[in-house]
């Protein structure tokens, strides 16, 4: 799904990512839904804010496997340099006021990295959490393509 680089479109991404997981059976409040929801967030705000390309929307893609054993979301901007390094990211200088969205990445999701868009210029910061189904493969089930019933913003 597409979304402005703007904090409001960063903000709808979020409850885009809430929403799609309480339709698969991880309602709000859960553990998988917080987690998830909040990587989202992080992800979704460098996008707007590392990644922005003046008129190009940032996407979002969230997938669960059949067995909803793991959940993957992707954030893909159309600015390709700037890449974060997918290693452990590093503690910023203790009076910063950014520099750890992706220590709380890293911290959250049991694996994350950094590809190339598959569609067009630019890249996909991606993150992978485990949910407490079984944990074997399966086919992957995608979110729709169009966010019906989010909650309207203010």
Known sequence: MAFTPTPRGARLARLFVARCL???GHPYDSHVNETLSLIS???CANAVRHGRVPAR???VRLA????GGRL?????DTRAERRPVATSPTEPETESESGRGLLLV????DDWGVTDRRS????TVWAVVGTASSGRGGTLRQAP?????????P
């Open 22 to 24: 309480d339709s698969w």
């Open 41 to 43: 967030a992080e992800l």
């Open 57 to 59: 929307d940032f996407h």
């Open 64 to 67: 669960a496997e059949g067995d």
């Open 72 to 76: 993957r979301v992707e954030v893909s």
């Open 106 to 109: 890293a911290a959250l999701a």
């Open 120 to 123: 067009g210029p630019g890249k």
């Open 145 to 153: 393509h169009r966010a019906a019933g989010l909650p309207p913003s």
